[in-house]
């Protein structure tokens, strides 16, 4: 809300920000409140057609977020490493453009997840080790031969977690190289700072993820499958909005100008009324 009403804020990159709040607040609203639901309840049970939903949802946000993590990071690269033809490579019909193919790649990744998942037969008996309805954990309960399944869960995790990481790693790699030829001390401080948000959102989110996902499937790691969830799921969703604006000035003055607005507009409106 704060980029789209605040004119200082409306450029690409706050248009990926503004992309990455709306995907955290729907990925954390799949699991979180059925958690505390389950939670507070003695019966924790789920039907077979919520279990599929919360699987099918919660893929599409996660994938559209890794990729997204890394369409920010090549903004990063062009705005430090090409400043003069930024407005120009980073357009926006190129940012709107971007954000559609996040979203398509997104339900299109996720479909070829849980179609083939779906497919699967289920033995007895139906109990999910875990507080949230995820592929291997669902797939743990089939029968019979699952390594087809596997194989598309690997390919899927190659394409929208290890190919979006190097991408981002071999952008920084870039960005690094170029900070080190700015002379100024306090220039340098500067586009760290931009680019240490970024860098800690995509630890958090694609270190756990890479962690459940990319790892040979093994009863014993059910209880770190939980934890890893609880980083990827409920804490960068939760540390994203803190870390893009309390870290951020350009934030922090855009929210004191809406308070003092509104401060404005509510003394002027009593002074219209006939208070003093």
């Known amino acids: 809300m704060v980029s789209i009403t605040d004119s200082s804020l409306q450029t690409p990159m706050y248009f990926f920000i503004t992309n990455l709040s709306f995907l955290d607040i729907c990925y954390s609203t799949t699991a979180v409140p059925r958690m505390l639901k389950d939670n507070l309840s003695v019966k924790k049970t789920i039907s077979y057609a ?13 994938q559209s977020e890794c990729i997204l993590l890394a369409v920010m990071a ?17 357009s926006r019909s190129v940012c709107i453009k971007a954000a559609a193919c996040t979203w ?8 070829s997840l849980v179609v083939p998942t779906c497919n699967v037969g289920f033995c007895s008996p139906n109990e999910i080790n875990h507080f949230v309805c995820e592929v291997p954990e669902v797939l743990a309960l089939g029968c019979g031969n ?6 598309v869960i690997f390919a899927v995790g190659v394409i929208v977690l290890m190919i979006p990481i190097t991408f981002i790693i071999l952008s920084y790699i870039r ?8 002379t100024s001390f306090v220039g340098r401080l500067k586009v760290f700072s931009t680019c240490g948000s970024h860098i800690l959102v995509v630890t958090l989110f694609y270190g756990s993820a890479i962690a459940t996902y990319m790892k040979p499937r093994s009863k014993s790691s059910t209880n770190v499958d939980k934890i890893l ?21 350009e934030v922090k003055t855009a929210l004191k100008k809406i308070r003092i607005g509104k401060i404005l507009s509510i003394h002027l409106r009593y002074r219209k009324i006939g208070f003093r």
């Open 50 to 62: 919520e279990c599929v939903a919360q699987i099918y949802v919660g893929l599409f946000l996660g």
């Open 74 to 90: 090549y903004d990063r690269y062009i705005a430090i490493c090409y400043p003069l033809h930024y407005t120009v490579i980073i």
């Open 104 to 111: 398509i790649c997104g339900i299109l990744l996720s479909t």
């Open 146 to 151: 699952t390594a087809i399944v596997e194989f």
């Open 175 to 182: 960005i690094i190289l170029a900070i080190l030829k700015i």
């Open 229 to 249: 969830a609880v980083f990827y799921g409920i804490v960068t969703p939760l540390f994203n909005p803190l870390i893009y604006t309390l870290r951020n000035e």
